[in-house]
């Protein structure tokens, strides 16, 4: 039987990995909309308001499934979690307020002009309001990521009877590990959009359409792509780098290091074993990690067990997930940057989507279509399950802040829960591409077919 | 008593947050009521109403987000205590919350055939808002105790609250539509003052006689005499609903925001006497503002913050209903 604090814990991991799919989302679609609008208003050209209408559904839908669930988490801080807020609440506190006042009323009030306003406002108001609600998802994640980075290195606060109170709020925002943390998430957001709108171009593109509003967002999707996954890769180096100074525990975890030692191998694959507190079936590099972290093969890099408690209680985090969730991220990446790459190829070049070549990198795209969930929330996971056993690092354990509910009532809500997380992505999934199709129709056969006469259009490919 | 921070923070963050639950209770109140109404209406008759609340229930529901956020920053403590309570209804609450949130984008979207499916699923999720939030209200008076009575009375106040709810979407609805959907409007605005009646009824008796200190605060003299205003204005009220309905819809139709307003009003009287009878605890009985607040230091800095910021998006909330004022007609992209 599991307990209240594991049930807890798998609840509200389920909770934020299915909320984070969608700000991904918005937070940078917002950007490319505007991007849309702008040169909408700058050349007049049909087609790319032809992409924004088309985008800006797939935003609308993602934003309210961003809301309800992100108001799930808001929640949840109190229904599971109260020794969060009565510990570090001083801190924690007003940064979640700054998020509400500067963030979301914004983004829900300007999101309404954004998606109807069109035709009832002057242009500059709708692209201003376009500007706001990206302005307004970005702050969002601004404060939030303020608020995660100080979960992982805590700064500007003194403890007085075990509660957190602000002693430097420049030093609680500006923690060591907020730049490098926003910085990387804004890329997987780029990324993650760069990646869903070049899948379902591509996909529509497969599927026959050839509008100037579908060249412009499969350009607009590739180009990003490939202009992001370097510097994602860049950062990501940085980002474990500050990782290493801060959470050497979460590192060594990472790449499955037991001894502090030098000549570190990068491990490519191995089954870490936690009774033995070893490696099986382990393949390396040999000095890679050292290489890596210290950029030195004679490195030294601290290992797992100098993170043991005298009566051998482990004081670092579960080995195997964070090791196997790094490695679907890097991995991820790596595939990332080879399609980017060769699809910006064909975009770019005069007739290349057209050949056989042109058609396996389409194809290559659609199967990426959601590689950027796939990426950031293995991420998310190497960085939060790696600061286990801490909730605050250092501060405060996740035994401690868990509540004492008893725990077949967190089960049950727990299965209700995932059993609505589960139908709602398979829900959203499927209307993408039902609107895509949708698109596509409209493209190849302008006049609608009259109702109870389904015609298959002429030029649709058989599917 | 203003001149120390940390007596008046804790009042100034209460009040702000009464702000908010009523702001909450009033705008997400009527688009909700107007989901809880969709079984009623016809088809074609439902975008419509839709029409009348898609561009403005995120930023109606955000206050929800913000209430509660003032509850968790400026008293963690009753924060844990009240929601922890409360754990199953607000799963429920969130369970609907979500339902209709993302109802709204699918039902527009999906297949054709789907969207009967997401119709439901927006009524349903109103309802499960509506009626988990009327529980707690009723479990809150309360005292926040699970006995037989309690949880009996806690499903009276949440079918109050449903009928509360659909009535003042009845009355949004009521300046938003035309013709026969707005004549459907006003004959469920009438239905649903019924329900509004029988929730004030059961908590005006029923506070009192739970807890002693609220029948002394309403019931001893001179107090009575100040607070003897608020129950008059609310049946004042009441009538001048009652009566504005039996005329409407008017021909040429004037008067059609009246019930709307008065609505409002009778919402905001009502949930300044719950306010006074349970200041200045937080958690009834057991909690006061006082000894739940957070450091004065953190109360400060969101302070400053929402001093400057809450009346900008005051402005732009006003800004987005005047844009979208007026009948509602299709909702369209383009």
């Excluded at chain 1, 990646?195 to 026959?208: N, T």
């Excluded at chain 1, 194809?363 to 600061?387: K, P």
């Excluded at chain 2, 009327?134 to 037989?148: A, C, D, K, Q, S």
Aim: charged share 10%.
């Amino acid at each position: 039987m599991m307990d209240t604090l594991l049930l807890s814990r798998i609840q509200f991991g389920a909770n934020i990995s299915f909320h984070i799919l969608f700000p991904t989302i918005t937070i940078a679609l917002g950007w490319v909309l505007l991007f849309f609008r702008l040169r909408y208003s700058a050349t007049g050209d049909a087609k790319w308001i032809g992409a924004y209408r088309f985008w800006v559904k797939v935003f609308a839908l993602s934003f309210a499934l961003g809301v309800v669930s992100g108001i799930t988490m808001s929640f949840q801080f109190g229904t599971n979690w109260p020794g969060f807020m009565e510990r570090v609440g001083n801190i924690a506190g007003p940064l979640l307020a700054y998020e509400v006042l500067t963030a979301f009323f914004l983004e829900a009030v300007f999101l309404g002009i954004m998606l109807f306003g069109f035709s009832k406002v002057p242009a500059w108001l709708h692209t201003l309001a376009t500007f706001l609600v990206a302005f307004g998802t970005t702050m969002s994640a601004f404060w939030i990521l303020v608020l995660n980075s100080w979960m992982h290195t805590p700064a500007g606060f003194e403890l007085r009877d075990g509660v957190a109170f602000a002693t430097d709020w420049w030093a609680i925002i500006f923690n060591p590990s907020m730049p490098y943390r926003l910085v990387h998430m804004l890329l997987a957001s780029g990324l993650t959009v760069a990646f869903l709108m070049a899948g379902l171009s591509a996909w529509r593109w497969l599927k026959g359409e050839r509008t100037g509003e579908l060249r412009m967002a499969l350009r607009t999707g590739v180009t990003l792509a490939a202009v992001l996954i370097p510097l994602q890769i860049l950062a990501g180096d940085m980002h474990g780098l500050n990782t290493l100074q801060h959470q050497p525990a979460k590192v060594a975890a990472m790449e499955a290091n037991w001894d502090t030692r030098p000549n570190v191998p990068l491990v490519l694959f191995a089954l870490p074993n936690s009774e033995t507190r070893s490696n099986d079936y382990e393949i390396s590099i040999p000095s890679g990690a050292s290489i890596i972290l210290k950029h030195d093969p004679a490195g030294v890099v601290p290992g797992l067990n100098d993170f043991v408690a005298e009566d051998g209680t482990p004081l670092h985090p579960p080995v195997a997930p964070v090791f196997w969730s790094f490695r679907i991220m890097v991995g991820t990446g790596m595939a990332m940057l080879a399609v980017s790459f060769a699809a910006a190829v064909l975009v770019w070049r005069r007739g290349q989507l057209e050949t056989a070549a042109g058609t396996w990198g389409l194809r290559a795209l659609v199967l990426m279509t959601f590689s950027g969930w796939v990426a950031t929330l293995a991420g998310w996971y190497t960085t939060e399950i790696g600061r286990q056993p801490w909730l605050v690092q250092g501060v405060l354990s996740t035994a401690e802040a868990v509540a004492a509910v008893p725990a077949p009532m967190v089960l049950s809500t727990l299965v209700v829960y995932l059993a609505i997380y589960v139908a709602l992505i398979a829900a959203y999934v499927s209307v993408l591409f039902y609107l895509a199709g949708k698109a596509v129709k409209g493209a190849v056969s302008p006049v609608a077919p009259a109702p109870l006469m389904p015609v298959r259009p002429v030029l649709q490919p058989a599917e | 008593m203003f001149a120390d921070p940390a007596l008046s923070l804790p009042v100034i963050f209460a009040g702000l947050m009464g702000l908010s639950i009523l702001a909450y209770v009033v705008l997400d109140g009527f688009d909700l009521g107007v989901g809880i109404l969709f079984p009623f209406a016809g088809n074609d008759e439902r975008d419509r109403m839709v029409a009348a609340i898609g561009p403005f229930w995120d930023a109606n529901e955000t206050w929800l987000v913000l209430a509660i956020g003032l509850l968790l920053v400026a008293f963690p403590a009753a924060h844990g205590m009240i929601l922890t309570a409360l754990y199953l209804p607000v799963a429920v609450m969130l369970v609907g919350l979500i339902l209709r949130g993302v109802a709204f984008e699918f039902r527009a979207k999906v297949a054709p055939p789907h969207k009967a499916m997401w119709n439901a699923a927006f009524f349903a999720g109103s309802l499960m808002t509506a009626l988990s939030q009327g529980f707690m209200l009723g479990l809150y008076i309360m005292g926040l105790v699970w006995t037989p009575f309690t949880v009996g009375f806690a499903l009276l106040t949440a079918v109050c609250l449903a009928a509360g709810y659909a009535f003042i979407g009845a009355t949004w609805l009521i300046i938003k539509t035309e013709g026969a959907l707005q004549k459907k409007a006003v004959r469920w605005a009438r239905s649903g003052l019924y329900g509004v009646l029988a929730g004030l009824g059961a908590v005006s008796v029923a506070s009192p006689l739970v807890s002693p200190r609220i029948f002394d605060k309403w019931f001893t003299l001179p107090d009575m005499l100040f607070l003897a205003p608020l129950p008059l204005l609310a049946v004042a009220l009441v009538a001048m609903i009652h009566i504005s309905l039996r005329h409407l819809p008017d021909s040429r139709d004037r008067f059609a925001y009246v019930p709307f307003v008065a609505a409002t009003v009778l919402f905001a009287v009502c949930f300044a006497g719950l306010a006074f009878s349970f200041y200045p605890y937080v958690v009834p009985e057991k909690l006061t503002i006082y000894a739940a607040a957070s450091a004065p230091e953190s109360l400060a800095i969101i302070l400053v913050g929402t001093v400057f910021v809450l009346p900008v998006i005051i402005g732009y909330t006003v800004l987005s209903y005047f844009i979208f004022r007026g009948k509602a007609g299709e909702l369209r992209y383009d």
